[in-house]
């Protein structure tokens, strides 16, 4: 399709429990990015992958934080033992080239909320 | 700095321009874009320059590249309610990495 879908929108899980979040890129696009949005509108870079392979991960917490682009499935960003400061909105990103000329294309998030 | 930056807010009256600036840090950019977040959304590429531009327009929106300065303005032209969002500039860094500027929520009073 020519949107990127991210699931679930909201997802609510308690401090400690793991949180799984998918992003399905468009097809055709060998880049994936992952973002983290937090309060005041940060965007924080978390990961990026061309095709199956991790592109650079410098923004990933070193601990709990994992991503995978595994081929016909959806990417996903998993949390292992969430905590407060988690709650954000993930925002997955896909692009065609990677030399972004006409930028990426977004998704609509997903709202994790730790409590 | 690290940071790009970006005034936090923006009010302006329906009708007339607005003009969003963004202060970016790393000089070899390619790129620079302007994204726009309507509320519970994702992010919409508005426009990008290249850097070796000054100016680019494009229908309502004109983009200012001053790169002596590192600075970056989007203005809107005939500004409507519909504009009323959160204007992001980015820049390019490492590996062909996104950063993000720290947001302007741009409010139009009718």
């Known amino acids: 399709g020519e949107e990127v879908a991210q699931t679930p929108k909201h997802l609510v899980r308690g401090e400690g429990q793991k949180a799984k979040l998918y992003c399905a890129p468009i097809?055709?696009?060998?880049?994936v990015f992952w973002y983290q949005q937090v309060l005041k509108n940060e965007f924080k870079f978390l990961i990026s992958?061309?095709?199956?392979?991790?592109?650079?991960e410098t923004g990933m917490p070193k601990e709990r934080f994992s991503a995978k682009c595994l081929p016909n499935s959806p990417c996903s960003l998993e949390i292992q033992a969430t905590k407060l400061e988690d709650s954000a909105v993930y925002f997955c990103a896909s692009s065609h080239d990677r030399e972004p000329n006409y930028g990426y294309t977004f998704g609509s998030g997903t709202r994790l909320t730790v409590v | 700095g690290e940071d790009v930056e970006q005034s936090l807010f923006l009010s302006v009256r329906e009708g007339d321009s607005s003009v969003i600036n963004c202060t970016y840090t790393d000089s070899s950019s390619t790129y620079l874009y302007w994204y726009k977040q309507e509320p519970g959304a994702g992010l919409q590429l508005l426009t990008y320059?290249?850097?070796?531009?000054d100016m680019k327009q494009d229908q309502r929106l004109t983009v200012l590249l001053n790169k002596k300065d590192k600075h970056l303005s989007l203005r809107i032209a005939d500004t409507q309610t519909g504009d009323s969002a959160i204007y992001f500039c980015?820049?390019?860094?490492?590996?062909?990495?996104?950063?993000f500027g720290t947001g302007t929520r741009l409010t139009v009073i009718p």
């Open positions: 980015a820049e390019i860094r490492g590996a062909n990495n996104l950063f």
């Open positions: 992958f061309q095709n199956e392979n991790v592109f650079d």
């Open positions: 097809k055709g696009h060998s880049y």
């Open positions: 320059i290249f850097s070796n531009m």
